[in-house]
């Protein structure tokens, strides 16, 4: 076994390691509570259906063109919905990983 291994931290460095996982965690709570208020969209068929979520993937508004309605194809309305849903989760997903990725980036461990 290596010299020093089991060799608790120094008081110092302990106390510096915990001040930076604070600085940490609010700086995390500051980039979720950003990501809240922050949106993407996705559109399907060509616009006919548009999905906004926040960065948080909290879906905020689902439009439909009243055109698609006017076929009342059922099955094609959902699966354009559907198909909105991911993109826009995938956009809100991208999105919190730009806006997080970093912070995980300065975890000091």
């Known amino acids: 076994m290596a010299k020093g291994f089991n060799r608790p931290a ?10 930076q996982l604070q600085r940490l965690q609010q ?5 979720q509570e950003h990501l809240a208020q ?8 060509g616009g006919a259906v548009e999905v906004t979520m926040t960065g948080d993937q909290k879906c905020q508004a689902v439009n439909i063109d009243p055109v698609l309605l006017q076929d009342a194809d059922a099955e094609m309305l959902q699966d354009l919905v ?12 991208e999105l919190q990983e730009q806006r997080m990725g970093p912070l995980a980036g300065g975890l000091p461990f």
Not at 27 to 31: F, L
Not at 82 to 93: C, D, E, I, P, Q
Request: net charge neutral; charged share 15%.
């Open 27 to 31: 700086q995390m709570a500051e980039a």
């Open 10 to 19: 120094s008081n110092r460095t302990q106390s510096d390691m915990m001040q």
């Open 38 to 45: 922050e949106t993407v969209s996705a559109t399907a068929g």
């Open 82 to 93: 559907l198909t909105a849903v991911n993109l826009a989760l995938n956009k809100s997903r």
